[in-house]
């Protein structure tokens, strides 16, 4: 008897769990996970380029020391701010962002020290660079759009009836979006 009660038991448990969207509730959130890794990866793609562009820039411009550090030192910033997406709140999201801004505006800086120098504009290295930049900027606004979008359909998947009582039972969190900072609505100029 004891053995049939339990069996009953596991049986509803089972029963219970899936009809309350608990292995819905776990897919999401590992895509919620899935999409962040995507951005992180394109700010990454866009962190290697830099050395490779400042370099070349150096090649040319020499006396632009203070552009040149300010770059390196942003985009070391840029790359030390890490978030686990399972902590992920408002705050950490706002920490990114401002570093990443930072990072996009000594870009938009060294770019303008560009337009002096002529010869820098035409090496074919430079413009293969300015390509690649230009590319990854656009992956970086296509997978900050694809992030936000799966994160809305998690957050409004837990939060409606019933769901919202589980997920609040079983440590399922809303997820802060990507917001772009004022002015951002356009991507950084890097034309040459």
Request: charged share 25%; aromatic share 10%; hydrophobic share 40%.
């Amino acid at each position: 008897m004891r053995r049939f009660l339990i069996v009953i038991i596991a049986i509803t448990s089972g029963f219970l769990f899936s009809s309350c969207g608990y292995n819905k509730m776990v897919d999401m959130d590992e895509q919620v996970t899935s999409a962040w890794a995507q951005v992180e990866n394109v700010y990454q793609r866009r962190a290697d380029l830099i050395p490779n562009l400042v370099n070349t820039v150096k090649g040319y411009a020499t006396h632009e020391k203070e552009t040149l550090e300010g770059v390196i030192e942003a985009r070391s910033k840029a790359t030390a701010i890490n978030i686990d997406p399972s902590k992920m709140t408002p705050e950490t999201m706002k920490q990114f962002n401002q570093a990443q801004d930072g990072l996009s505006s000594a870009l938009s800086k060294l770019m303008v020290v560009v337009e002096r120098y002529p010869d820098l504009k035409a090496n074919q290295n430079f413009l293969d660079l300015q390509a690649q930049l230009e590319g990854t900027e656009n992956r970086i606004a296509v997978e900050r759009r694809k992030f936000n979008e799966t994160t809305k359909n998690y957050n409004a998947y837990i939060r409606k009836f019933p769901r919202v009582i589980y997920a609040g039972w079983f440590g399922f969190e809303k997820k802060p979006y990507f917001e772009a900072q004022q002015g951002a609505e356009k991507a950084p100029e890097v034309k040459f």
